[in-house]
């Protein structure tokens, strides 16, 4: 697998995005698959607005939200089925606005795909749409795919055996989430201007079907659910 990050002037906001990605990348071929930083998908749909203060704030993260708490650092959301800091509302790189997720970046993936598929007369693309987010008692920013479309984003090992035979019952691979930190690694969080990037020969199958809610896990049925119950009630008791 090869990936390739793409350096580009600066999006501006309201500006082609389709035209822009033609212009920065001239070619792209059968079977590759495109990642574009969520910051200018949002930024073409004019997904920003603009505060005065952080009661501003706070109001936008909580209308961006199904839930929202407030913690020490950033207030703790859900956004989409995905845990996010602060709805994925970010300050930086902004120009005096906060830059919000796309509406629907699935169905922004799907806008870029059906497009590009036509520009560069391909049957296979993928598209990820990609943010940054931390994982619980690590340091570090990893990228997470807020939308994707042209292949499947899980793959199954559930009924296959492993190498000492045992039958699999569980066992499952997050492919989008891994290929979006992948792109993410190369295309920085910082002033590199790579908004853009481009992953040739990944193992996916692709597909023009997608299921939006094939990595969601009912709260009640996530793994780690009782932990940060309990871890919950252990700082409580010591406040």
């Known amino acids: 697998m090869k990936i390739k990050a793409i350096k580009t002037r600066i999006f501006k906001d309201g500006e082609d995005l389709i035209k ?3 212009k920065e990348i001239p070619k792209i071929s059968d079977g590759d698959i495109l990642v574009v930083t969520s ?23 909580k209308r961006e939200s199904q ?12 956004k989409d089925g995905m845990v996010l800091a602060s ?20 169905n922004s993936a799907m806008v870029i795909r059906k497009l590009l598929l036509k520009y560069f007369k391909i049957k296979n693309l993928g598209v990820i749409i990609s943010d940054s ?12 795919a807020v939308g994707y ?5 899980l793959r199954s090992y559930k009924g296959s055996k ?4 045992n039958v699999l019952h569980f066992s499952r691979t997050d492919v989008v989430d891994s290929l ?4 993410v690694l190369l295309m920085g969080e910082g002033n590199e201007c790579q908004p853009l990037a481009i992953i040739k020969d990944a193992p996916i199958v692709f597909t023009s079907r997608l299921n939006k809610k094939e990595l969601h896990i009912d709260p009640k049925e996530d793994m780690y659910q009782p932990l940060f119950e309990k871890t919950l009630k252990i700082y409580r008791q010591d406040l």
């Open 162 to 165: 492993d190498l000492f035979g």
């Open 87 to 106: 709805a994925g509302v970010d300050k930086s790189n902004a120009n005096s606005k906060v830059i919000l997720l796309p509406k629907d970046s699935f």
């Open 67 to 78: 839930f929202a708490m407030r913690t020490k650092l950033v207030w703790l959301t859900i």
């Open 149 to 153: 479309a042209g292949f499947k984003g």
């Open 133 to 144: 987010r931390t994982l619980p008692l690590r340091a570090g920013i990893i990228g997470i």
């Open 20 to 22: 822009f990605i033609t």
């Open 180 to 183: 979006a930190t992948s792109a």
């Open 39 to 61: 910051k200018i998908v949002s930024l073409s749909e004019g997904r920003t607005a603009v505060y005065t203060n952080e009661k501003d704030l706070e109001k936008i993260i």
